[in-house]
């Protein structure tokens, strides 16, 4: 079993950063992927950042230049920096690990972290 904890979401002025901690529970080399999402009132979640198990990472064009994946190994945990925040960043964000088999995919998901960036 798959556990996700985030933490780090809050409220900010528009221009300010926050940092999104997602921690795992066992390794995160055994995930095929994983990185956050985020999904806003009336709207679809979308990808905002993800590694792959090579390394890759993968950004949302709205926040290429703004937000930084990170993560460390030792601690199992996954990191969003997220830098220079607009009031359209304001959603709810999910921690998202994936196993890819040859059958399907196993996608596991934190319990989300509310983001609101608003002056």
């Known amino acids: 079993q798959v556990q996700l904890v985030e933490s780090g979401g809050g409220f900010m002025q528009p221009g300010g950063s926050l940092r999104l901690s997602c921690a795992a529970s066992?390794?995160?080399?055994?995930?095929?992927?994983m990185g956050w999402y985020r999904q806003a009132p009336g709207k679809q979640r979308e990808l905002v950042a993800a590694?792959?198990?090579?390394?890759?990472?993968n950004y949302a064009d709205s926040v290429k230049g703004r937000f930084t994946i990170s993560r460390d190994n030792a601690k199992n945990t996954v990191y969003l920096q997220m830098n220079s925040l607009k009031p359209e960043d304001t959603a709810v964000y999910y921690c998202?690990?994936?196993?890819?088999?040859?059958?399907?995919?196993?996608?596991?998901w934190g319990q989300g972290t509310q983001v609101t960036v608003s002056s």
């Open positions: 998202n690990a994936r196993i890819a088999t040859m059958e399907r995919n196993y996608d596991y």
């Open positions: 066992g390794s995160i080399f055994r995930f095929n992927a």
């Open positions: 590694y792959s198990r090579d390394g890759a990472t």
